[in-house]
């Protein structure tokens, strides 16, 4: 059973860094890739950043160079650390994972997703 559970949201003003956790169990990061995404209040749920078997890491547009992605193998957790937080960045932010061994992460849609976590609040604001 794919279990996520993310950790680290919270209150930053514009400027600021906040490190989110992504915690899993019921898979390995040698077959399973992990994304995070995020939906901000009346937008639909978007892609931000996703890692691969491969280890190969890619990031939407908006974040690129401001967010960085990264995975700790031993601890069954996936990162994915925030700087120069805009209040546009604004969201309730989700890990999700699929199985795709070897795979470029960003050829998969939302819905080809396996499993999902709960999501959690990043308010940007001064």
């Known amino acids: 059973q794919l279990q996520l559970e993310e950790f680290g949201g919270g209150l930053v003003q514009p400027g600021g860094s906040l490190k989110l956790s992504c915690v899993f169990s019921?898979?390995?990061?040698?077959?399973?890739?992990m994304g995070w995404f995020r939906q901000a209040p009346g937008k639909e749920r978007e892609w931000v950043s996703c890692?691969?078997?491969?280890?190969?890491?890619y990031y939407s547009d908006s974040v690129k160079g401001r967010f960085i992605i990264s995975r700790d193998v031993a601890k069954n957790t996936v990162y994915l650390e925030m700087t120069n937080l805009r209040p546009e960045d604004t969201a309730v932010y989700f890990c999700?994972?699929?199985?795709?061994?070897?795979?470029?992460?960003?050829?998969?849609?939302?819905?080809?997703?396996?499993?999902w976590g709960q999501g959690t609040q990043v308010t940007v604001s001064s």
């Open positions: 999700a994972t699929l199985w795709a061994p070897k795979a470029n992460c960003t050829a998969f849609s939302q819905p080809e997703y396996d499993g």
């Open positions: 019921g898979f390995t990061l040698d077959e399973y890739a």
């Open positions: 890692v691969g078997t491969s280890r190969r890491r």
